[in-house]
């Protein structure tokens, strides 16, 4: 069973940063694609960002393209969100995930494994 733990999550004003981190103890991580997803009080579950097994293909949700940043380091088993310009309307508990192949999507069941979240909250 795959465990992913996140970091990073806190309180900022508007216009700050915030990186996240999780990390994972998947044996085939490496060959996976891995997700960032989030969800705001009332709200469903949404797609942030994807990226591939070695990090040469990323994808973003409208909201945050041109802010947020998703990254990965496989000797490390971990995967990154450098979000900047953080906006009131960010505030959400983000998840990160793993995909069921390579390819990242924004579809929430084609990753299988999820992280506990990490509470990020932006202040107006």
């Known amino acids: 069973q795959v465990q992913l733990v996140e970091s990073g999550g806190g309180l900022v004003q508007a216009g700050e940063t915030l990186r996240l981190s999780c990390s994972s103890s998947?044996?085939?991580?490496?060959?996976?694609?891995m997700g960032w997803f989030r969800q705001a009080p009332g709200n469903e579950r949404e797609f942030v960002a994807g990226?591939?097994?070695?990090?040469?293909?990323?994808i973003y949700a409208d909201s945050v393209k041109g802010r947020f940043t998703i990254s990965r380091d496989n000797t490390k088993k971990t995967i990154y969100l450098q979000m900047d310009s953080l906006k009131y309307d960010d505030t959400a508990v983000y998840y990160c995930?793993?995909?069921?192949?390579?390819?990242?999507?924004?579809?929430?069941?084609?990753?299988?494994?999820w992280g506990q979240g990490t509470q990020v909250t932006v202040s107006s």
């Open positions: 995930a793993k995909g069921k192949s390579a390819q990242p999507t924004q579809i929430d069941w084609q990753y299988d494994a």
């Open positions: 990226i591939n097994w070695n990090g040469g293909y990323t």
């Open positions: 998947g044996r085939t991580f490496n060959y996976e694609a």
